[in-house]
T-cell receptor
Framework: KNQVEQSPQSLIILEGKNCTLQ??????????LRWYKQDTGRGPVSLTI?????NTKSNGRYTATLDADTKQSSLHITASQLSDSASYIC?????????????FGKGTKLSVKP | DAGVIQSPRHEVTEMGQEVTLRCKPI?????LFWYRQTMMRGLELLIY????????DSGMPEDRFSAKMPNASFSTLKIQPSEPRDSAVYFC??????????FGSGTRLTVV
């Protein structure tokens, strides 16, 4: 069964600290993996998209890694800010040719405290 | 571009009533998606369109749900009759080809 599991479910960190969120998937075949940030009351916003051949991609203070062999991805946030408080959702696509084959994780809720 | 625009932002309705959610995708995008998000199940794809044509509606929970896209700039998701278990946040998203999605801000539906 195609699944995307994220951990931890929630995380509290102090402003300025770094953190890493995890995503494990069992989706096959694999096409690409996306990380989204969802602020409370808003729709998800894309942070990164990685294909099979990419093992790291950065977007400002966000760096995503992908290990297609172990089917794991991580999202590292550097020097966290209060505005980083949000849910982070890992999404895996099983078929580049079909837009409907996205499997969503349930997200990690990050709270950054002053 | 104003992004994907959804209306209303919030809807409270009584069980049994018809509910219509609206979406205006980003101009030029050829894919449109309807998602439902709940705490228990996360984001779930309901249906998606390509060039206004429904491609996959296997995620639509039951016949009470229907979606239309009469033109490239407008789509509706209708629930008739609504039930309390339909309470969720409904998102519309659009994309150009197979690129990243742009989500709207969602409609929070409460059925009492």
């Amino acid at each position: 069964k195609n699944q995307v599991e994220q951990s931890p479910q929630s995380l509290i960190i102090l402003e300025g600290k770094n953190c890493t969120l995890q995503c494990n998937y069992t989706v096959s075949p694999f096409s690409n993996l996306r990380w989204y940030k969802q602020d409370t009351g808003r729709g998800p916003v894309s942070l990164t998209i990685m294909t099979f051949s990419e093992n790291t991609k950065s977007n400002g203070r966000y760096t995503a890694t992908l290990d297609a062999d172990t089917k794991q991805s991580s999202l590292h946030i550097t020097a966290s800010q209060l505005s980083d408080s949000a849910s982070y959702i890992c999404v895996v696509s099983s078929d580049w040719g079909s837009q409907g084959n996205l499997i969503f994780g349930k997200g990690t809720k990050l709270s950054v405290k002053p | 571009d104003a992004g994907v625009i959804q209306s209303p932002r919030h809807e409270v309705t009584e069980m049994g009533q018809e509910v219509t959610l609206r979406c205006k995708p980003i101009s030029g995008h050829d894919y449109l998606f309807w998602y439902r998000q709940t705490m228990m199940r996360g984001l779930e794809l309901l249906i998606y369109f390509n060039n206004n044509v429904p491609i996959d509606d296997s995620g639509m929970p039951e016949d009470r749900f229907s979606a239309k896209m009469p033109n490239a700039s407008f789509s509706t998701l209708k629930i008739q009759p609504s039930e309390p278990r339909d309470s969720a946040v409904y998102f519309c998203a659009s994309s150009l080809g197979r690129g990243g999605y742009t989500f709207g801000s969602g409609t929070r539906l409460t059925v009492v």
